[in-house]
């Protein structure tokens, strides 16, 4: 059996994550995990489909008669352990100014608690997308297929999930609960985007959806479509400035097709019909339609202005 220098190894990567915590401005005192764990919030979402749709994503053997019974277990065991990783996030966030345990326990559990009473609504604004997915697409053949098939409807499973976990200041876990989905399905968007009710992502890889957009009700958009930013405001010192409104706002009934870019704070009207690989970073007026066509004959120069 080959021989490898293991421990030499060991104690070079020891004095790397020692120079990444003094950067970072870390501890190096021995202690418990400090971080929210993906794998485990990764078996908590899969619980919590599970929940939501227990006869399609519920354990292969569930019958109808203990479907309540399934729920009620799940349910407690996956909000458990999502008050263990949201007590984790909350004591990391408390370090510049740290609080009483008792404290961080009972942010937790309140957090957690709300996020359990929205799943109910939550469920709900699900089966408008599964609902936009199946009459949207001509080839879907059930609303069953759907849900067990479609990456669009995947991605806003986790996205209805993340959204909620973000409002509730857990940013973290709302993050790693989005980017679950996007691992799975290409589709990549951040928990803080608001979607309305009936939304569908058709085929969907590639799509980019920026932490402020705002979604109105029965959108459609297909595959490498980017709802993104401009541009990236700086302060005084030159970092860039968060959480300023600067993804588009799309309202009620918009179609977006794909290869589409729509970039800053612009809003696309209601109704309008956005053509596939288009640039946009300006509004668009409601139950217009935009193509490449459209926008080449707008630039083009006008007789006599030469």
């Known amino acids: 059996m080959a021989q490898f220098e293991v421990s030499d190894i060991v104690r070079a990567l020891h004095e790397v994550r020692d120079e990444w915590r003094d950067s970072q401005r870390r501890s190096r005192e021995p202690g ?27 354990p292969p053997d569930l019958r109808h008669e203990s479907e309540d019974f399934y729920v009620g277990h799940t349910l407690d065991s996956a909000l458990q352990a999502l008050r263990v990783q949201a007590r984790l996030e909350l004591n990391f966030n408390a370090r510049p100014a740290p609080r009483p345990a008792s ?14 009473n929205a799943l109910p609504g939550l469920r709900r604004l699900l089966d408008s997308d599964v609902l936009a997915a199946y009459q949207g697409d001509p080839a879907a053949r059930s609303v069953d297929e759907v849900l067990l098939c479609y990456p669009g409807v995947l991605a806003m499973i986790h996205h209805r999930l993340a959204h909620r976990l ?10 790693i609960v989005a980017e679950l989905a996007h691992a799975q399905t290409g589709i990549d968007i951040h ?6 009710a009936g939304f569908f992502i058709d085929h969907g890889t590639g799509v980019v959806i920026g932490e402020t957009a705002v979604i109105g009700k029965r959108v459609r958009l297909y595959q490498a479509v980017t709802l993104g930013a401009k541009r990236f405001p700086t302060d005084a010192e030159g970092n860039l400035q968060k959480g300023l409104p600067r993804h ?20 696309l009207g209601k ?5 596939g690989n288009v640039w946009i970073t300006d509004d668009v007026k409601p139950g217009a339609s935009v ?16």
């Open 103 to 116: 404290e961080i326990d009972a942010a937790a559990t309140e957090a957690v608690r709300q996020f359990a």
């Open 166 to 175: 973000y409002e509730l200041g857990l940013p973290l876990l709302a993050r």
């Open 271 to 275: 109704g309008a019909v956005i053509g």
């Open 32 to 58: 418990a995990r400090e971080f929210p764990s993906r794998d485990a919030l990764a078996q908590i979402v899969e619980s919590l489909k599970g929940a939501l749709f227990p006869m399609r994503l519920g």
């Open 248 to 267: 588009p706002v799309v309202e009620d009934d918009v179609v977006i097709y794909a290869g589409a870019t729509i970039l800053g704070r612009v809003t």
């Open 291 to 306: 193509t490449q066509a459209s926008l080449q004959n707008n630039s083009a120069p006008k007789p006599g202005s030469v």
């Open 191 to 196: 928990p803080g985007a608001t979607i309305d």
